[in-house]
């Protein structure tokens, strides 16, 4: 069965230092990627995609991911964190065609020190 | 910027009660879902619908749900006899198409907080 794995559950870095969320998923044939992001009291606002082509594919924000097929992997990656960037963000695999069905991982928790 | 809306953004409710949540997706829009988040835990996916019919269902979407786009605006998710466990946040979302292209993009709203007493 398809699935996505965030292993850091909660992650604390310094405002200005860079950050890696990292993001496993488990899916027979390429799937489509995703990374969104929660604020708290807000709705999932999509970062960026991966569907094809170039692997490092560039979201907003400042923020880019990686696809490591080899690897099953899709970290989300910033180079200078900003305080507004605390929030939480789900990577997300999609199942493709015509259904739209994402499948999220359980969430990793960023919050940013001054 | 077109934007997802959902109402009511916080609902409570005693057990066995009736609820519905509403959702006004994107105008040029064909594609909707709900999902659901409870506390602490993995965003679900629920249902989609598309041109006036489920697409595909999980199996949380049992018989106590049900989905309908009542006016050509509106998407609303309606829960017949609620459970403490349908305690959650419900997020609605769309998709618009290209053809028969699917983008990939969910626009989601803010949500509707359910707790149910």
């Known amino acids: 069965a398809q699935s996505v794995t965030q292993p850091d559950i909660h992650i604390t870095v310094s405002e200005g230092a860079s950050l890696e969320l990292r993001c496993n998923y488990s899916y027979g044939a390429t799937p489509y990627l995703f990374w969104y992001v929660q604020s708290p009291g807000q709705g999932l606002q999509l970062l960026l995609k991966?569907?094809?082509?170039?692997?490092l594919v560039q979201g907003i924000k400042g923020f880019e991911a990686e696809f490591k097929r080899s690897q099953s992997s899709f970290n989300l990656r910033k180079p200078s964190v900003h305080w507004s960037d605390a929030a939480e963000y789900f990577c997300a695999v999609g199942l493709g065609g015509s259904q739209g069905n994402l499948i999220f991982g359980k969430g990793t928790k960023l919050s940013v020190k001054p | 910027e077109p934007e997802v809306t959902q109402t009511p953004s916080h609902q409570v409710t005693q057990m066995g009660q009736e609820v519905i949540l509403r959702c006004v997706p994107i105008?040029?829009?064909?594609?909707f879902y709900w999902y659901r988040q409870i506390l602490g835990q993995k965003v679900e996916f629920l249902v989609s619908f598309y041109n006036n019919e489920i697409s595909e269902k999980s199996e949380i979407f049992d018989d106590q749900f049900s989905v309908e786009r009542p006016d050509g605006s509106n998407f609303t998710l309606k829960i017949r006899s609620t459970k403490l466990e349908d305690s959650a946040m419900y997020f609605c979302?769309?998709?618009?198409?290209?053809?028969?292209?699917?983008?990939?993009?969910?626009?989601f709203g803010e949500g509707s907080r359910l707790t149910v007493l």
């Open positions: 991966y569907f094809s082509g170039d692997t």
């Open positions: 979302a769309s998709s618009e198409t290209s053809g028969n292209t699917y983008t990939g993009e969910l626009f």
């Open positions: 105008s040029n829009h064909l594609y």
